[in-house]
Structures are given as structure tokens and as C-alpha cells.
């Protein structure tokens, strides 16, 4: 049985249609690649895996663990070990990190039968999670996402799915605002939590994030449909030939923002 | 509706637990208010003439004034001839002189409101004066904190055994004549909390009055008069409910306090009046006039209120700031759900040299609830190297409900310094998926967001009382970091 299957998916905000049939298979320990250009609809494919309810499933099917996963609520979906890394992590004012990762892990925790960690182990797990992604011990302390870097917060999330250890990852354009330093620590993070057990949807517009998070399968996304599939050199020919080189119509590289 | 909204209006909807009324015969007076009843109130309380006449002097000034309408509030026109008074328990003998004495049934009351007076049940750290209707029914460790100096009692034993300092100050932080709520208050005012904190004293528990209305049609005009004398300390805590009743009671009280040189009082309340039901029927107007005098050198006085109830609150808790190096602190949590209304702040008035003002409000609305800071701060001529830092959120939650902030500056010194910073923030959709996308239930996010929300003014208060605040935001935080 596949971790993740979809079949057919198709998903509209108001009265546009945004997912027009998407289809995918993904095993345990894959690391998939969803490129595509801007308003393709990858994003859309992240955030309804996750149980975004700002988007309505008109057709198709979503199976996790063999399970109806659009019949689930987002938080029976993330206790089930499905992590999303917001492309645009959420500021709470008020809320420490630490507490707000506390009350996260130990839902998840109990969900599946395991006792709820203590302060103290809770703070050895943290403290080992956090020498990975190189963080700083007062972004703990500090209240979620607020006043954190672009950077900042990207690293947070990372860390976040480090300390959730999820079976299945999706990386919502976890490259974007990132400069090069910044991305090879939250790559190196990502690789780190690689395994056997741990599937991942690494969502991205451009192949350099991809130099460090090496994908198994790239997928290629436009207008809502998987338009072309392949292993990692699906990604390097995107990257020397654009989209266009693929007949798809990027409108960042039409205005030359690339 | 989707589901997190669903949540937000549930949390917001939450039952009035308080809402009981305790079947106990009263002695009540007749509706109304003339200077007969004014005598009587006093007769009732065998007061000596000196007092009757401030009451009378109260009551005169009274009739010249008109009921204020610059408050942000709506409500129908108040009949003062149709409200009672004077109600109390009535009692076997003129009053219980131990809690042995107190009348079962209003033990039970308090045990059923979370508040025991049986000595033995004692929350270790915390004395209680209990206010029901229009008189004190007990308190508790008076003769523990008697042998210290401190004075706490009912307001009427006050008067009758220590005159001269009631006489001294009462009235001395907000007079007679200070507005049309506070003069009514000082005509018929019937009971109510008194402190002394003598020099040098710092109080070993947390004082606290427990106010609960239950006869019907009564009003309830309480006073409470705490003075820390010179290098005193002193937290009071103050709690409030009343049932749930269709008709709309009032609750106008006093509460003037007094720090002389290096003291300090920190006064908490937590306002759970009832609100009214959820088609705003019912529920209780909070008009109050709370006011402390900062007279003495490096004395220091801190208002905290978590205002949750009542169907429409007035009151702005402030500080006069007249010995140099004095502080003033508000910090405020108001929530208005429903059909509530609140116009609350403070006001700061710098006088003395290198005075210093604290001000953080919090005000969330939900349901239609109108929720509106107001607040002043004056800096006079004499105030050199004052400073004040205000800082006022607003959060809604839902889209029918609204936040109003009127914020006044008043600086007549170069040498001061002010900050004002404001912030209007809607719960979003964004930050309950966020929590759900961790595995977090919308109704766990909406209170870990409306907590964060409230955190630094929750910090502020005592532990009792923070654990009860949480509560009354429908909320468990336990085991929170940071």
C-alpha cells in the first residue's frame, strides 16, 4: 500500500477551478519534486493535502495509509503524521514557540498512544532538534513567528517538522525569500530527517532548492495538471530550458523577474 | 459556517455559570430615593451624624447632576425611583459575629461561587470579605491580620470602630461631587470593604472582596477604602457575579485608595457580573468610579482588571500621581461577547516630579459586543521628567462585533516623555489553521490565541486570580512556557 495516493483531484477556490486532475502515487521513505510556474496550482495541491478549507475537493480521491483523507480535519491529518512547511508561517502573538510546540507534539503524541512528554524531556528532544537547523535557543522562548526573519521562520518550520518527526512532509516553497546561506542549513535540516519511514512533496518554483533536497521523482505542474513526470533530470532540464522550453507559459519569466 | 468560526462563536456563547439566585428572606426598604431613605440607610447602620450629613451633602449635589453621555454605551433611561436601595440577608441578631453565626444558606452560596468561608477551607493566602446584596456577611483571618495592624473588615464595622480614619479619608480620592455615579454612590452607599495597612506593614496574604448581587431589583453601591500607610504593601483582589435575571440591575460603587510615602497597593479585579443573555436581555451596568492617590514619595499603585461580565461597563480605574518618583500601572483585559457593551481605560494624572505610567489594555470583542478603550493621561507643569508608555490591542473575533480606541494626551511639560501605541488584530482563519496544521483542535487554538493575546496583563495578576481569569476565558493553558 502507498503512503499517498491521489487520484483524479480536483479542487476549486470560488468559481476557478484550480486542481483539474491530479494524480500521484507516493511510497514510503519518496521525496517527490512539484515544480511548476506561478498559478499552476502547487501550492493549492499542498494546502488541500493539508485540509485547507478555503479550497472545496469537487472531484477525485485522496488515500493515506489507505485511509479518505479529504473526509479528515486538518488536525486528524496532522496527528496522522502529515506535516505541512507553511510557504507563509503564521505569527501568534503572545504564544511561545515552545509552548505552542509542546501543545502540537504532545496532541500528535497522544493521538497515536504515546504518553505526553514532560518539560524536561521535552526540552532535551528540542534542544537536540535544534543543533540541527543551527537555531537559536531564544527563538523559543520568543512568541511564534513573531518578529522572526524570513529566514527565521522558514528554519522554524523545519524545526518544528524535525521535532514532529511527520511520516509525510510537504514543503510549501520552503526555498522562497531564502538566501544561499540560509538555504543550505534549511536543506541540510530537511536531509537530515530523510528515512525509510519519512516520505516528502517538496513544493517548488525554481531547480535550486533541488541542488540540496535531491528529489527521487520531479513532477511538472501547469494549469492544474501534472503535465510531465520524471526522475531528477527532469529538474536540471527545467533549469537550463525554462518552462517554456516545455510549452508552459511562466508569467515570471515573461515580466523577467527570473 | 465553517468550523473554526463554529468555535469561535461557541467559546464566545459559553454558558453563565453563576447565573443561580439563593432562596434567603431579605430586609429590604422600599424602592426609591428620597432623603428618608437616605436616613434610614444610615439608621439602618446606626452611623454617627457626622456621616449621614456627607450623605445627605452626596445626595444634594446628586440632584443637580445629569446622567453622563459621553460613554460609548447605549441603554434605555435608568428609573433611580424604581431601584431598591438596601437589601440585605436578613439575620437573626444585628449581624453574624462569627462565621458560625453566618447563615447557612449563604455559605452554601459561596461555596457554589468557589469562594469558602469556613475557616478550615480556607484558600491558604487569601482573606475574604464577603459582600452580599448590601452588606458584609463575613471575613475571614480578621484576627490573624488584626494582630499585624491591618485592618480589613466591612466598611460598616469600619465606621463604627475605627471613625477617625474612615472619616480622614473617605472621600478624600474621589469626592462627593467627583460624577453623577460616584455621588449617588456616596448617598446610599450601603457596605462595602475597608483597609489599613499601618507603616512599615507588608500584608502576608492576598486581601479579597467578593461582591454577589442576588435580591432582584436591588442595586448595589459598595465602597472599599484601602490605605496603605508609609512603607506599606498591599494586593486586594476583588471578585464579583450576580444571577442571571431579565431586567437590567445597577452596581455603582466607590473604591478610592490611598499609598502614602514607599507604599504600594496592587488592586486585581475580576468583573463577572452577569452579562445579560445572548439577546442582550438582562444583565447588570457596571458604572464604578475607581481611583488611587499616589500621595507619598516613591509610592506605587497598580490596577489589573479582567472584565468579562456584565451587560454594559464604566469604569476607569486611575491613578493620581502626586508624590514625586510615583508609579501607575493599568493593565486591562476587557471582553465584551453578545450583546455586552464596555467603555473602560484609565486615566494618569503625573503631578509629581519623575512620575512614571504604565498602560496596557486589551480588549476583545466577539458576538455584536462594542468594546472601547478610553483613556487620558495628563502631564501637568510641576510633572518634570514624567513618563508615560500606553499601549492598547484590540482583538475581534467575528465580523459583528467592534473596537473603538480614544486615547487623550494632555502634556504640559517638555521635560516628560509619552508613548501611545496601538493595534487592531482579527483571530484569523490563518492562525487556526496553523495550529490545526499541527495537530492543535480549533477550540485549543482559540484559546492559546486569546491568551497570547492577554499575556501581559494575566502576568499581572495574582495566582488565584489568574487561574480563575483563565478559566473565565473558557481556557486551560496549563504547563504554558515563557
Given at each position: 500500500m502507498a503512503l499517498l495516493e491521489i487520484k483524479d483531484l480536483h479542487a476549486t477556490v470560488g468559481e476557478r477551478e484550480i486542481l483539474q486532475g491530479i494524480s500521484l502515487t507516493v511510497e514510503a521513505g519518496e521525496v517527490h519534486a512539484i515544480m511548476g510556474p506561478n498559478g499552476s496550482g502547487k501550492s493549492t495541491l499542498a494546502q488541500v493535502l493539508a485540509g485547507r478549507e478555503l479550497y472545496a475537493v469537487t472531484g477525485g480521491q485522496v488515500l493515506y495509509q489507505g485511509q479518505d483523507l479529504l473526509a479528515m480535519p486538518p488536525e486528524d491529518r496532522a496527528r496522522a503524521g502529515i506535516f505541512l512547511a507553511f510557504q507563509y508561517p503564521v505569527e501568534i502573538p503572545g504564544v511561545s514557540n515552545m509552548y505552542f510546540l509542546k501543545a502540537a507534539l504532545n496532541a500528535i503524541r497522544k493521538q497515536q498512544g504515546t504518553d505526553e512528554l514532560d518539560a524536561f524531556d521535552f526540552l532535551n528532544?528540542?534542544?537536540?532538534?535544534?543543533?540541527?537547523?543551527?537555531?537559536?535557543?531564544?527563538?523559543?522562548?520568543?512568541?511564534?513567528?513573531?518578529?522572526?526573519?524570513?529566514?527565521?521562520?522558514?528554519?522554524?518550520?523545519?524545526?518544528?517538522?524535525?521535532?514532529?518527526?511527520?511520516?509525510?512532509?510537504?514543503?510549501?516553497?520552503?526555498?522562497?525569500?531564502?538566501?544561499?546561506?540560509a538555504l543550505k542549513l534549511v536543506a541540510h535540516g530537511v536531509n537530515a530527517l530523510r528515512g525509510a519511514e519519512r516520505s516528502m512533496i517538496v513544493v517548488t518554483h525554481y531547480q535550486r532548492l533541488l541542488n540540496y533536497i535531491v528529489p527521487d521523482y520531479v513532477h511538472v505542474l501547469a494549469e492544474g495538471r501534472i503535465v510531465k513526470s520524471g526522475g531528477k533530470e527532469l529538474a536540471l532540464q527545467l533549469e537550463e530550458s525554462g518552462y517554456a522550453g516545455l510549452g508552459i507559459a511562466d508569467e515570471e519569466e515573461a515580466v523577467g523577474k527570473v | 459556517?465553517?468550523?473554526?468560526?463554529?468555535?469561535?462563536?461557541?467559546?464566545?456563547?459559553?454558558?453563565?455559570?453563576?447565573?443561580?439566585?439563593?432562596?434567603?428572606?431579605?430586609?429590604?426598604?422600599?424602592?426609591?430615593?428620597?432623603?428618608?431613605?437616605?436616613?434610614?440607610?444610615?439608621?439602618?447602620?446606626?452611623?454617627?451624624?457626622?456621616?449621614?450629613?456627607?450623605?445627605?451633602?452626596?445626595?444634594?449635589?446628586?440632584?443637580?447632576?445629569?446622567?453622563?453621555?459621553?460613554?460609548?454605551?447605549?441603554?434605555?433611561?435608568?428609573?433611580?425611583?424604581?431601584?431598591?436601595?438596601?437589601?440585605?440577608?436578613?439575620?437573626?441578631?444585628?449581624?453574624?459575629?462569627?462565621?458560625?453565626?453566618?447563615?447557612?444558606?449563604?455559605?452554601?452560596?459561596?461555596?457554589?461561587?468557589?469562594?469558602?468561608?469556613?475557616?478550615?477551607?480556607?484558600?491558604?493566602?487569601?482573606?475574604?470579605?464577603?459582600?452580599?446584596?448590601?452588606?458584609?456577611?463575613?471575613?475571614?483571618?480578621?484576627?490573624?491580620?488584626?494582630?499585624?495592624?491591618?485592618?480589613?473588615?466591612?466598611?460598616?464595622?469600619?465606621?463604627?470602630?475605627?471613625?477617625?480614619?474612615?472619616?480622614?479619608?473617605?472621600?478624600?480620592?474621589?469626592?462627593?461631587?467627583?460624577?453623577?455615579?460616584?455621588?449617588?454612590?456616596?448617598?446610599?452607599?450601603?457596605?462595602?470593604?475597608?483597609?489599613?495597612?499601618?507603616?512599615?506593614?507588608?500584608?502576608?496574604?492576598?486581601?479579597?472582596?467578593?461582591?454577589?448581587?442576588?435580591?432582584?431589583?436591588?442595586?448595589?453601591?459598595?465602597?472599599?477604602?484601602?490605605?496603605?500607610?508609609?512603607?506599606?504593601?498591599?494586593?486586594?483582589?476583588?471578585?464579583?457575579?450576580?444571577?442571571?435575571?431579565?431586567?437590567?440591575?445597577?452596581?455603582?460603587?466607590?473604591?478610592?485608595?490611598?499609598?502614602?510615602?514607599?507604599?504600594?497597593?496592587?488592586?486585581?479585579?475580576?468583573?463577572?457580573?452577569?452579562?445579560?443573555?445572548?439577546?442582550?436581555?438582562?444583565?447588570?451596568?457596571?458604572?464604578?468610579?475607581?481611583?488611587?492617590?499616589?500621595r507619598g514619595v516613591n509610592s506605587k499603585i497598580s490596577w489589573t482588571q479582567v472584565e468579562t461580565g456584565s451587560a454594559i461597563t464604566w469604569k476607569y480605574p486611575s491613578c493620581l500621581l502626586i508624590g514625586d518618583n510615583s508609579v501607575g500601572e493599568f493593565y486591562s483585559v476587557a471582553l465584551t461577547n453578545n450583546w455586552q457593551q464596555a467603555d473602560t481605560g484609565t486615566k494618569m494624572i503625573h503631578i509629581g516630579k519623575n512620575t512614571t505610567s504604565t498602560i496596557v489594555s486589551k480588549g476583545i470583542s466577539a458576538g455584536h459586543g462594542q468594546n472601547t478603550y478610553r483613556g487620558g493621561v495628563k502631564i501637568l507643569k510641576s510633572a518634570a521628567g514624567a513618563r508615560n508608555y500606553s499601549q492598547c490591542d484590540s482583538m475581534l473575533l467575528g465580523d459583528k462585533c467592534g473596537a473603538h480606541t480614544f486615547p487623550y494626551l494632555e502634556v504640559k511639560n517638555t521635560s516628560s516623555q509619552v508613548e501611545h501605541e496601538a493595534s487592531t488584530s482579527k483571530i484569523g482563519e490563518d492562525q487556526i489553521f496553523y495550529c490545526r496544521q499541527r495537530g492543535i483542535s480549533t477550540e485549543d487554538a482559540v484559546s492559546m490565541i486569546v491568551h497570547g493575546f492577554c499575556k501581559e496583563v494575566f502576568r499581572e495578576l495574582p495566582m488565584e486570580f489568574a487561574v480563575e481569569a483563565q478559566k473565565l476565558l473558557g481556557v486551560s493553558l496549563e504547563g504554558s512556557v515563557g
Open positions: 528532544l528540542v534542544r537536540e532538534k535544534m543543533t540541527l537547523l543551527d537555531m537559536d535557543q531564544a527563538l523559543l522562548n520568543r512568541p511564534v513567528n513573531t518578529g522572526f526573519s524570513g529566514g527565521e521562520k522558514k528554519r522554524n518550520e523545519i524545526f518544528q517538522m524535525a521535532v514532529l518527526e511527520p511520516k509525510l512532509a510537504i514543503l510549501d516553497e520552503t526555498d522562497s525569500g531564502l538566501d544561499i546561506d | 459556517m465553517n468550523d473554526s468560526t463554529q468555535t469561535i462563536e461557541t467559546f464566545a456563547n459559553q454558558e453563565y455559570k453563576w447565573g443561580f439566585v439563593t432562596d434567603i428572606e431579605a430586609d429590604a426598604i422600599p424602592r426609591g430615593l428620597n432623603e428618608d431613605v437616605i436616613r434610614l440607610i444610615s439608621a439602618k447602620k446606626h452611623e454617627p451624624e457626622w456621616l449621614l450629613e456627607w450623605r445627605l451633602k452626596a445626595y444634594r449635589h446628586w440632584l443637580t447632576l445629569k446622567e453622563p453621555t459621553w460613554a460609548n454605551v447605549h441603554y434605555p433611561p435608568i428609573d433611580y425611583q424604581d431601584i431598591i436601595y438596601y437589601s440585605s440577608p436578613k439575620a437573626k441578631k444585628d449581624g453574624p459575629k462569627s462565621l458560625e453565626e453566618v447563615d447557612p444558606e449563604l455559605l452554601k452560596t459561596y461555596a457554589k461561587l468557589g469562594i469558602p468561608l469556613k475557616e478550615q477551607e480556607l484558600l491558604a493566602g487569601v482573606a475574604v470579605d464577603a459582600v452580599f446584596d448590601s452588606v458584609s456577611v463575613a471575613t475571614t483571618f480578621k484576627a490573624k491580620l488584626n494582630a499585624m495592624g491591618i485592618i480589613f473588615g466591612s466598611f460598616s464595622e469600619a465606621v463604627q470602630e475605627h471613625p477617625d480614619l474612615v472619616r480622614q479619608y473617605l472621600g478624600s480620592v474621589v469626592p462627593t461631587s467627583d460624577n453623577f455615579f460616584a455621588a449617588l454612590n456616596s448617598a446610599v452607599f450601603s457596605d462595602g470593604s475597608f483597609c489599613y495597612v499601618p507603616k512599615g506593614v507588608r500584608c502576608p496574604m492576598e486581601l479579597s472582596t467578593y461582591f454577589r448581587i442576588n435580591a432582584k431589583d436591588t442595586g448595589q453601591f459598595e465602597r472599599t477604602l484601602i490605605v496603605a500607610d508609609e512603607g506599606a504593601y498591599v494586593s486586594y483582589l476583588e471578585g464579583c457575579t450576580a444571577p442571571m435575571r431579565d431586567t437590567n440591575q445597577l452596581h455603582a460603587a466607590v473604591v478610592e485608595l490611598v499609598a502614602l510615602d514607599n507604599a504600594q497597593i496592587k488592586y486585581s479585579t475580576v468583573q463577572n457580573w452577569y452579562p445579560g443573555d445572548k439577546e442582550g436581555k438582562g444583565g447588570i451596568y457596571n458604572f464604578v468610579t475607581k481611583r488611587g492617590a499616589c
